[in-house]
């Protein structure tokens, strides 16, 4: 049974930084593309960074120059680095992994930046 565990949220100030990771397990297939999404109270999931096994990169552009998104393929983990973080980036972030043709979800972790 895949399962994604992701750890590194918490609070910060405003300014501050935080690193989240994703280790994916269960498979005998190494993700394709892997990546973290967001959830703030009252709003939609919105993408925020995958990478795919090559290595190429896509960002939201409201993280683009802040957050950097990047994976150990031999350890199947992704990470997602954020700097300068702002009141607006706080929300529940979720590891994603496409692994085969299925794509799976970690159960989120909290992030909160105060002003």
């Known amino acids: 049974q895949v399962q994604l565990v992701e750890s590194g949220g918490g609070l910060v100030q405003a300014g501050g930084s935080l690193r989240l990771s994703c280790a994916a397990s269960g498979s005998t297939l190494s993700p394709n593309a892997m990546g973290w999404y967001r959830q703030a109270p009252g709003k939609q999931r919105e993408l925020v960074a995958s990478?795919?096994?090559?290595?190429?990169?896509n960002y939201a552009d409201s993280v683009l120059g802040r957050f950097t998104i990047s994976r150990d393929n031999a350890e199947n983990t992704v990470y997602l680095q954020m700097n300068s973080l702002k009141p607006d980036d706080t929300a529940v972030y979720y590891c994603?992994?496409?692994?085969?043709?299925?794509?799976?979800w970690g159960q989120g972790t909290q992030v909160t930046v105060s002003s």
């Open positions: 994603t992994a496409q692994i085969g043709f299925k794509i799976y």
């Open positions: 990478i795919i096994r090559g290595g190429r990169t």
